[in-house]
């Protein structure tokens, strides 16, 4: 059977969001933008709002390579959210709000879905946008498109998934 390249990208992205579905069973708003603890001391480690805040970046971003129309990235989401960031115990609820951030990510990475499916193979031989020694790692809109969607998605979903433990939700 043949596959196109877009089809197998999208293939994985689609077990990517049902994972990442799976792993806010419990959460609540209160929780979502906070470090766990231990001892009383705060975990310095990336919470939820981070989390997806930070990858719904990403499936912008390959909206924009694809030459796909995309959604206004919500207000507050490129300072609290992207690479240069570093992740912050929002105790005093500044970060945008839960449903925000998850219908946004939701939303993007699914027409991310649908983004892939319909793209031709030789879009996917463009080179990385990015440049640099990024480009050097990943050289093709398709590898690097590969990356954003499977590996990086999951370091992050990884994170999430340590997070759950540590505020004592437990695996998904």
């Known amino acids: 059977m043949s596959r196109s390249f877009g089809n197998t990208i999208a293939d994985s992205l689609q077990t990517v969001i049902k994972y990442s579905e799976v792993l806010l069973k419990d959460v609540t708003p209160e929780m979502f933008g906070r470090f766990a603890t231990a001892d009383g001391k705060p975990i310095e480690s990336n919470h939820p709002a981070f989390v997806y805040g930070h990858l719904s ?4 971003r390959i909206m924009k390579d694809l030459s796909k129309p995309v959604d206004d990235i919500p ?23 839960m449903k925000t951030i998850t219908e946004y990510y939701f939303k993007t990475w699914n027409q991310v879905v649908e983004a892939l499916r319909e793209t031709d193979d030789e879009v996917f031989q463009g080179p990385n946008p990015v440049g640099g020694g990024f480009a050097e790692r990943f050289p093709t809109l398709g590898s690097v498109h590969n990356f954003y969607v499977g590996g990086h998605n999951m370091i992050h979903l990884g994170q999430m998934s340590a997070w759950r433990r540590m505020v004592g939700l437990g695996s998904a």
Do not use: I
């Open 57 to 60: 970046l990403y499936a912008n």
């Open 75 to 97: 207000a507050g989401f490129q300072e609290n959210f992207s690479k240069d960031c570093v992740c912050k115990d929002d105790a005093d609820g500044t970060l945008p709000d």
